[in-house]
């Protein structure tokens, strides 16, 4: 045995010892909603509150059975409707409106919105910028030295990364289970120049917390706090999983209370705009919902898109079906979370139960 683990930790493979930990002595499989405890943490701290402002109709109707029924299908913990900025319909099946639940990938548009941000101070040169002038390593490595923040935000960084979230030897497993971010992403390598095509990646949104982290000088998570989670009166404070090192999980991991994660994507809809307070600069936020040719228009940056629906909406996407899902047309923003496993998807990647839930609100809350 001794052998054995010995073994584990010279081939990088220690971090399954936490995963196990963290997963099989729980009764778990893989990583959950409410992990957020057994990991350390920052804290995003709130400032005053601003409470959502509830809607006449406020849980006047019943869930619809058809809604009700895929919602409690799939496992869902949460589910709030926003219509006109002010709460039309809230629903919990776990915990309350004050459990926090963990984001998992939505935290990688926040993180592109921290880049907004960071662009907008002048704290980073432009979109454009090298990820070598942050680490200089990279302008030696024949794909590295083409590396953009642009790259890394629309995932066409051409890392050698293999986003398997089964794989307990994946990079995936690695930095969410593993005490050090930097051996799990800064040293993965490319497979392919930088630019070439879209591959979503979870290596890429970590690569660029690292350039923000160093762009900024100053944890993430005090920066979200002051840029977004202060001004937005949420509720209560978020905790951002870190590494051993202090680094946040940039890839995901922002654990927060269904209201507060809302107010992200009524910010969006509201063109960045909060309370006459232009919190994200609109031409960026424009970039961040325009699909790409390479992302088959699916993906813009740390958002994912559906233009072919109907009814067009973008959205914030987490492992095991976490929403943030923002409806133009309707003024709607639609939070979903739970525990849905294996989701299917369309032809674009895209997980099929967003349309579904875009259908089914729209129909039965998108009028006064």
Known sequence: MASIIALMYSFGYDYLFSGIAKTYFRGKTSATIDDGSLFDNHIVKAGVAQPWEKDVQYNQKALP?????????????????????????????????????????????????????????????????????????YAQIPFGKNLSLHHLAA???????????????????????????????LLRGFKEEPGARFEYQSGSTQLLGFALRKALDLPLSEYLSQKFWKPLGMEQNALWTVDGNGMEKTFCCIHAE?????????????????????????????????????????????????????VKHYYFWGLLGQYIIIIPEYNMVVVRTGSYENQPKDAKGRPEQVALLVDETVKYFGKN
Do not use: C
């Open 65 to 137: 059975e058809s809604l009700n029924k895929e919602l409690t299908r799939t496992h869902t913990a949460s589910f709030l409707v926003i219509r006109n900025g002010k709460m039309v319909q809230e629903n919990y099946w776990e915990g309350n409106a004050y459990t926090r639940t963990n984001s998992f990938s939505m935290a990688k548009g926040v993180t592109v919105m921290l880049l907004g941000k960071a662009l907008e101070e002048g704290r980073v040169q432009n979109i454009d910028q090298k990820f070598s002038d942050f680490f200089q390593n």
């Open 258 to 310: 269904s209201r507060d994660f809302a107010k992200l994507g009524q910010l969006l809809l509201q063109n960045g705009v909060w309370k006459g307070q232009q919190l994200l600069n609109q031409e960026f936020l424009n970039t961040m919902i325009t699909g790409t040719q390479k992302s088959n228009k699916a993906y813009g940056m740390g958002l994912w898109i559906n233009e072919d629906h109907p």
């Open 155 to 185: 995932m066409e960084a051409g890392l050698n990364w293999n986003e398997d979230y089964q794989n307990p030897f994946s990079p995936n497993a690695k930095a969410y289970y593993g005490n050090s971010l930097a051996k799990a992403a």
